[in-house]
């Protein structure tokens, strides 16, 4: 495999050349992986080859790069942290005036955007607080643009749904397959592409979710993006990771650990 180097760095350079996705940044056993995946539904056996029908069949790519980028997503996906969201985080979203801004980055579909929406809109009806829900703003932000469609539609597969409650999937979709998201839970969620790496990052959050996005990228990126979280959120805001990742580098030190086994974070106040 090894020998194969410098045709897996020709077939990278050639990805950013024509699609503008700089792989150099994600680590090479996932690429090696996820590449493999694609020759081996197209029949081709070495990098090299596989390029040539990059060449021929431009359409090829879009097959790629949704392979690469693994938009894997589900409404409360590991359904504890929502539940540790709920209770260690929701209720001092609320503390201070003005906007409270949630940032899903890396938010594929947008289920993690729209599971936030839903969380926030029960906890504030439950504690008669519907009146701060005007100050609530969502942000998506993801890579890749077909998922980014998905999730403008708000229309989703059963398997969207499996790890949803299903007093929850009654009351927020429409009855299904496919489930269509309601409006009231679309109210102030948006999305936009955007490349975490190179991309501006959006700025006074109070929540970011950065959950199984960061796992695929080298420890260096991995570090820098910790760091611009960190200035991304207001002082007291909150950050949560996926729950094989955590922490590492000088972010350590920089977050406090509001539950170690959620992956919940707090930038001191
Ligand atoms: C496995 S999904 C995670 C979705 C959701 N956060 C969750 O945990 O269910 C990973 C997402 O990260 C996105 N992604 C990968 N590299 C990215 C980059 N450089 N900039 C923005 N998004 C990226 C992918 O397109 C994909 O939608």
């Not at 197209?42 to 060449?55: I, T, W």
């Not at 429409?174 to 009231?184: K, L, Q, V």
């Not at 200035?231 to 996926?242: E, T």
Request: a positive charge.
């Amino acid at each position: 495999m090894e020998g194969d180097d410098e045709e897996l760095e020709r077939l990278k350079r050639k990805i950013e050349r024509e699609r503008g996705f700089n792989c150099q940044f994600y680590k090479d056993k996932c690429l090696r992986r996820r590449i493999a995946v694609r020759m081996r539904a197209r029949g081709r056996q070495s990098f090299a080859e596989y390029g040539m029908l990059l060449d021929r069949e431009p359409a090829e790519y879009d097959f790629l790069l949704d392979t690469l980028t693994i938009n894997v997503t589900k409404f409360f996906r590991n359904i504890e942290t929502w539940n540790a969201v709920e209770q260690q985080v929701v209720p001092r979203l609320f503390e201070g005036r003005g906007p409270v801004r949630v940032w899903s980055a890396g938010s594929a579909s947008g289920e993690e955007a729209y599971t936030t929406s839903i969380l926030l809109r029960e906890w504030a009806e439950r504690n008669g607080r519907t009146g701060e829900l005007s100050r609530l703003r969502i942000t998506g932000t993801d890579i890749d643009r077909r998922s980014l469609e998905t999730a403008e539609r708000g229309v989703y597969p059963e398997l969207s749904l499996t790890e949803t409650p299903e007093a929850i999937k009654a009351r927020w979709f429409s009855p299904g397959p496919p489930f269509r998201i309601h409006a009231d839970a679309q109210k102030g969620v948006s999305f936009t592409r955007r490349d975490l790496i190179s991309g501006e990052p959006e700025g006074e959050q109070s929540l970011i979710f950065c959950r199984n996005v960061v796992i695929y990228f080298d420890r260096e990126i991995q570090e820098r993006l910790f760091k611009r979280f960190y200035d991304a959120l207001v002082p007291g805001g909150f950050l949560v990771l996926g729950k094989v990742e955590t922490l590492i580098g000088v972010a350590r030190t920089q977050f406090r650990s509001i539950n170690n086994r959620e992956r919940i974070f707090q930038r001191p106040a």
